[in-house]
């Protein structure tokens, strides 16, 4: 999420009400997660588990619940709560905002596109040329979408990403701040979710085929021409590189990658991170070859112990 | 089901059409199936198997095609068709009614709570403070909503209950008379069904975060604080106790229990009760630690073969 | 997908811009794709593994990218692209069409059916009798709905075959220009998806019911009197017969048939054809008398080899 304009140090301090290590007027312009962070960004941390792996990122400011040593040329924002004000920062950029008509007059559609009856379309949305989007879909405010796209009846983008914190008492939602990317050429089936960004957006590249159902968690890049069949649910922060085919009713673990030209066998549970140019399936997840020979010789067993 | 009044057994019977054993004045609150049933209410049974069942049952009233004795303190309707009278009583007590209006003038929604376009809501519905209720929602009639509440785009609450009995020209629908109850600081994902009670209700305790595409069935209940991962799917009559996790992809069967604090891992089948506390894997469903040491038993089995 | 009128091979070619081997006036009624083709119908091929299967189909007209012999009684149109030459069929004959309002005024709607708010019904549609169609229900053009059908909220009929050709450019799409027939007594749950057929028709046969979340992909024939649980997921080209039940989650590849009266239990995942009459369970698919006895005497086989 990068801010309208560069803000400084003290400003978000201020803001989220913290203490700051470093230069007042340290320039910060934006916040993002992790593994999707970019130099000006703020991270949060707030598990020492974390400490290091934040304060080595690309972040130029982190949002800790430590005061530790500040790295060389980066900032710090000392917080009790990184989780809630993160959530505040999030809460004071991209903050929810009603829509009082099913077309948001701040939405720019192109002239060319055709949006079919009972759609709703948020604030700040973008969609290119040559577009038809079904009717009952659901775009949330701050989506992209490009040219030559489609999307069946139904289908939701940009609906909160599935993150919490366990607390005492009870779950604590981080707030989501991203959105949603599709590039062109993309197809999207009836029924399909695919959640926004917390901080960064959740992208789907141009000439990805998504059939009906599919599920897209926040956060996660789904690469060029890549085929993703019914009923699929794809996780948060999950990469899946081009060429990537997918067959129905396939779930993956968060955070993984699948690598290019990856075939991914119906069911299959993706439970790690995948190299390209091969075939998988099962759960947990393996080389479908292997796990057919392996099948196989099971049955073999049985049959020599019954002699 | 509660009737508005109490009714006499008389009442009932003729207004079901059937005959009746015990007192005329006999009192009736309600109707119920056998695992919701309480002292009051009417409890159908069609079938020898679950005779007993029934009249030991808490309920007051059983609705039997048998002429059986009649147990102390309760009273019976004797028909010849138990499943197509209770039907009756549903449709007597809680008839569907068309809606004119997206927004029914019989629900009650609390000013603080935010309506998105292209939402429906039906008759009698209660919506309290604080909820938003994103684009695309059905909310079907009598579904009760606490505060705080969040339903993202496209969710349906209320719909019928899968529930039907084979017959020699084909299956015959149980009607459903029951609601949803949502409570408070509960978060629904995008696209999710929670069907009503047949005539209980299926109920969602407060704290419960939900995410996309979730199907949970007819009268189930989910217990508080539970977190419920994208694409899984919890048949009807389930009883999720507090603070349970299940991850994507999981099924259950009907009539289960899940005990507190269990973890269920993504794509298991809950083919039977388990007891909280415990992570489990698989389908069938085993603890995930066995499950998985299993696994590679087998393996080291196939390995030591090949020798 | 029938023609308006009978068109002779000479239109055909010049509308598609094709050359032709045969009678310029030979009779040509419609396309179809090959496993549902009739006599008078044009089908299309091209790659070489499936010349012949298309030349001793029952189509009189063969749409295919090699001048090879013609069959006696047929006629042949000599294309580069057979698949985009296909799709031209399509457009011409049906295509897209924007609708202005959400209850198109071509479509014919039985007095006797309620149709709630919110809903979208597309061009030439026809509902029957007795018929409820719940809120936020999309019924793309051209789709056939019998009597005494009910359709739960936010379901999809009719939206587009996932089938597409790899180029080297990416994934070319072929055209959807078939419909959905849904026969009498037919319920379908809330959020389920029912893609139309390419050429074809998507039926589901009278008197079948089907939960919550379920996709049915394009050309699939769903028989009589069969119950489809929540999340279910059967792929394109798939037949049904009467009588199955098909548990949750359970998910098919395509172009297979499951035999009258087949229970396939939850999760399976049905890889191949099976014949009727029997419960089926796992993945890949098996007899589940048979599955689970080898589940046991893998255990079995584990506990022998620890000793």
């Known amino acids: 999420m990068k801010f309208p304009r560069i803000y400084s140090l003290k400003e978000i301090a201020e803001l989220i009400g913290t203490t700051f290590v470093g230069s007042a007027n340290f320039p910060i312009s934006g916040c993002n997660e992790i593994h999707v962070v970019e130099p000006g960004d703020i991270v949060f941390v707030d598990h020492p588990?974390?400490?290091?792996?934040?304060?080595?990122?690309?972040?130029?400011?982190?949002?800790?619940?430590?005061?530790?040593?500040?790295?060389?040329?980066?900032?710090?924002?000392?917080?009790k709560d990184p989780f809630a004000d993160f959530n505040k920062l999030t809460k004071h950029f991209n903050p929810f905002t009603i829509s009082s008509t099913s077309i948001s007059k701040s939405s720019s559609i192109d002239n060319s596109s055709i949006i079919q009856p009972n759609v709703f379309i948020g604030n700040n949305v973008v969609?290119?040329?040559?577009?038809?989007?079904?009717?009952?879909?659901?775009?949330?405010?701050?989506c992209h979408i490009g040219n030559n796209v489609t999307i069946h009846a139904g289908s939701i983008l940009g609906a909160d990403a599935f993150y919490y914190k366990k607390r005492k008492e009870g779950y604590d939602k981080l707030l989501s701040g991203g959105s949603v990317i599709?590039?062109?050429n993309v197809d999207i089936g009836a029924l399909c979710t695919i959640d926004r960004g917390v901080s960064g957006n959740t992208t789907i590249k141009k000439g990805t085929k998504i059939d009906n159902q599919v599920q897209i968690g926040h956060d996660t890049i789904i690469g060029e021409r890549c085929l993703i069949a019914s009923q699929t649910g794809i996780a948060g922060c999950v990469i899946v590189e081009d060429e990537v085919t997918m067959w129905g009713q396939v779930g993956t673990n968060s955070g993984i990658t699948i690598g290019k030209g990856a075939v991914i066998l119906g069911q299959t549970g993706v439970t790690k991170s995948v190299k390209g140019g091969k075939t998988y399936f099962g759960t947990p997840i393996d080389e479908s070859r292997k796990k057919l020979k392996e099948m196989a010789q099971i049955k073999q067993l049985i049959k020599k112990e019954k002699k």
Do not use: F, M, R, W
Request: hydrophobic share 35%.
């Open 182 to 184: 599709i590039e062109d």
């Open 49 to 79: 588990k974390y400490y290091d792996k934040a304060l080595d990122s690309k972040a130029s400011v982190v949002l800790i619940n430590k005061t530790v040593k500040c790295p060389q040329g980066k900032a710090l924002l000392i917080s």
């Open 127 to 142: 969609i290119g040329k040559n577009c038809v989007i079904h009717p009952n879909v659901t775009i949330y405010d701050n």
